[in-house]
């Protein structure tokens, strides 16, 4: 049994709704390029970075929310205005973050499960 829900939403305003939804409660977002019909991000970091995030979800404080954030195709997300960059300050996907806090994890980063446990630990 998993001790998080996991929420999956496209785009800004959908990811926006559901921190509104789950306010008072600790929240995580993953967030991704958009995927093809057959599953596949156009963001090959994202492609790697996924199944180790999910492996280390396992370490999510207990009660807490997981949005996975499919941020738009790639033309979308290399504008720079886009909400993702100008709001959230998001430099690249995936990006990895405890939503309210400066934590975050990018790119690379999101590929270390000793990063993303340190980033789920409750302190």
């Given amino acids: 049994m998993e001790n998080y829900t996991e929420v999956k939403v496209h785009g800004y305003k959908e990811y926006c709704q559901e ?15 958009d995927k093809t019909e057959q599953g596949v991000s156009w963001c090959p ?3 790697k970075a996924e199944p ?6 396992a370490h999510l404080p207990e ?7 499919q941020v738009g195709e790639r033309d979308y997300w290399k504008d720079p205005n886009n909400e993702f960059k100008r709001i959230l300050k998001l430099t690249g996907v995936p990006s990895l973050l405890k939503v309210g806090t400066p934590q975050k994890l990018t790119e690379d ?3 270390r499960s000793d990063l993303i446990q340190m980033l789920f630990s409750e302190d």
Avoid: M, P, Q
């Fill in 45 to 47: 970091d994202c492609v």
């Fill in 52 to 57: 180790v995030v999910r492996r280390t979800l």
């Fill in 19 to 33: 921190v509104e939804r789950h306010k008072g409660k600790l929240v995580f977002a993953l967030f991704s390029g």
């Fill in 63 to 69: 009660g807490s929310i997981f949005i996975y954030c």
């Fill in 109 to 111: 980063e999101c590929l």
